[in-house]
């Protein structure tokens, strides 16, 4: 069978008219057919469709060329979503001269490389130079072949579920097999394993990983899980919007820069189903999308990403600060940028815990959705995290419950999302509630509900529990070195003063920058900060201004 690094790289047209869509396919063909496989659609949807399977198999795809006006799906439309799909495929716009100005704008909205006006005969002239210089950018930076990791488990599994979610979450192809199913069983019998240590991952390379760590994980999938220096003008420990932004600007601004992060980049909106209300985006757009992006834009510039590395205490060591992990490696900064976010909180209550992974989820777990078809689904949490997991899970569940502890939803949800999940028929919002109890032997089976007013419980069937009950920050790492609050949240700028003065704790002349900490020259940003917006943008935004602080302070070294 030919393997995907055979396999000659993709060129992918779409026009919904079937002539002018024979006629590229000619003339791609013609010149680059020896090199190159020409995959045509006549639809937007259709050829996301095809980029989807191409992407599952290990193919590369190197230029994406789009007709503008297509019926259900524009041109731009569908390079924005492909740009998700094959970031580092180039992408040409086929228009008329009436539309030149919405590709002028397209440059923007879609990264587009190149447009061209139809019809461009002689090819040679007006169709093949384009396509050359694009094709010979493409080769000077070609993307490493993805082929297909296989992750064998069960499908109760907490840890199985875990690694899904990290695949997934940091962008790696896998394809999933119940270890109990036909193509699952030959798997871990060619593997050499069994199903008493689940999950099993079988690399692209052709290693078997026995309940492997994320560590573990990370560096057989080609993340990389070490810095590769040993001291840098900006590390930031975060890797959610605040972090990104951080790192972006950092690295752009020419600052060795890494950022670490634990997981996945995104953080809480990495996991988000749909943001509506980010600016530029008015069609909404989902958190996984919007931080994606945000890590290429990072790495574009240089930032050094460092996955799977958990950061455990921050020392001050004379003018550089030295940010410790758990597996005891170090790595040393003038500066350091803290975006290290929050963890949902959990639920209390008899079985809650041992069926967490099983049934009982923290956050969106997108994973999972498409395995509630057609079930009775509860949501946990009133705010906007809540409301947009009920949308995204409507989607495929038959009935979503909203089960709140407020007497509405008004107290924590925007306008614009209560709207929107009053006027969804799949979805019923069950106020001054909460749940007390999960009931199940290897997976969830029920819930118990508490009326928080009448005290009245109620025992409801269920296989499915998604938890959005706020959020705890992720500090107790910075113990004895950095102030907080009294929920844990990092202290910045003008929160240290005390009566209007610099505590005597402060070591400088000046007073703290706007997001400087207790410790000069460590810096906070995004929800982690105390009194922070707790908005994705407002997030960006702090990570982009405590760029500009790190500079004030490097200045002054």
């Known amino acids: 069978m030919e393997d995907a690094s055979t396999r000659k790289p993709v060129l992918l047209t779409v026009d919904d008219d079937p002539a002018v869509s024979r006629s590229v396919a000619r003339d791609l063909r013609r010149r680059y057919g020896d090199a190159y496989r020409v995959v045509r659609a006549d639809s937007g949807p259709l050829a996301l469709d095809a980029l989807r399977e191409l992407r599952l198999r290990g193919d590369q795809v190197a230029v994406l060329l789009a007709d503008h006006r297509m019926p259900g799906m524009t041109g731009i439309e569908f390079l924005e979503q492909a740009m998700d799909i094959y970031p580092q495929a180039r992408r040409v716009l086929l228009t008329a001269y009436a539309d030149t100005d919405v590709a002028i704008d397209a440059v923007n909205v879609v990264d587009l490389d190149h447009y061209l006006l139809k019809p461009w005969d002689p090819p040679e002239e007006k169709f093949y130079p384009v396509l050359d ?40 192809p896998y394809r999933w097999y119940a270890s109990d199913s036909p193509e699952g069983r030959v798997l871990l019998d060619v593997a050499g394993a069994d199903d008493t240590t689940l999950p099993v991952v079988v690399t692209t390379q052709g290693e078997v990983l026995v309940a492997p760590s994320d560590g573990e994980l990370a560096e057989q999938v080609g ?114 940028i803290v975006a290290s976010g929050v963890a949902y909180r959990e639920l209390a209550g008899p079985g809650i815990g041992a069926l967490t992974g099983r049934g009982v989820y923290y956050g969106s777990a997108l994973t999972e959705a498409s395995a509630c078809e057609d079930q009775d689904i509860y949501v946990v949490g009133g705010a906007n995290s809540a409301g947009q997991a009920a949308m995204y899970l409507s989607r495929h569940a038959r009935s979503v419950t909203l089960v709140v502890r407020a007497a509405s939803l008004d107290q924590s949800m925007s306008r614009y999302l209560i709207a929107q999940v009053e006027q969804n028929d799949r979805i019923r919002v069950r106020t001054r509630s909460e749940v007390v109890e999960a009931v199940g032997d290897d997976h969830l089976e029920r819930i118990v509900l508490r009326d928080t007013v009448t005290g009245e419980q109620e025992s409801v069937d269920t296989g499915w529990l998604f938890v959005f009950i706020g959020a705890a920050p992720l ?64 997030a960006v935004g702090e990570g982009a201004m405590a760029v500009m602080l790190v500079h004030r302070y490097l200045e002054q070294l």
């Open 475 to 538: 500090t107790t790492w910075l113990d004895g070195t950095v102030t907080r609050d009294d929920h844990g949240f990092v202290c910045a700028g003008h929160d240290l003063l005390v009566e209007g003065k610099v505590p005597d704790s402060w070591p400088l002349d000046r007073p703290p920058y706007h997001l400087e900490t207790s410790v000069p020259g460590v810096f906070a940003a995004g929800d982690v900060r105390a009194e922070s917006a707790k908005r994705v943008a407002s």
């Open 133 to 172: 210089a694009q094709l010979e950018a493409w080769t000077a930076h070609p993307p490493r072949t993805v082929h297909e990791t296989k992750v064998v488990g069960h499908r109760w599994s907490a840890r199985s579920s875990e690694v899904r979610e990290f695949l997934a979450r940091n962008q790696v």
């Open 223 to 336: 993340l990389s899980v070490s810095p590769s220096e040993r001291f840098y003008d900006l590390v930031v420990i975060g890797g959610g919007p605040a972090g990104l932004s951080a790192a972006l600007y950092g690295a752009s601004e020419g600052l060795r820069t890494a950022l670490v992060e634990r997981t996945a980049t995104g953080g809480q909106a990495g996991q988000s189903s749909r943001i509506e209300n980010y600016l530029g985006f008015p069609d909404g757009v989902s958190g996984a999308q919007l931080t994606e992006r945000a890590r290429r834009q990072a790495l574009k510039f240089g930032a050094e990403i460092v996955m799977t590395r958990d950061a455990v205490a921050l020392e001050v060591r004379g003018a550089a600060r030295t940010v410790r992990f758990d597996d005891g490696s170090t790595v040393d900064a003038h500066t350091v």
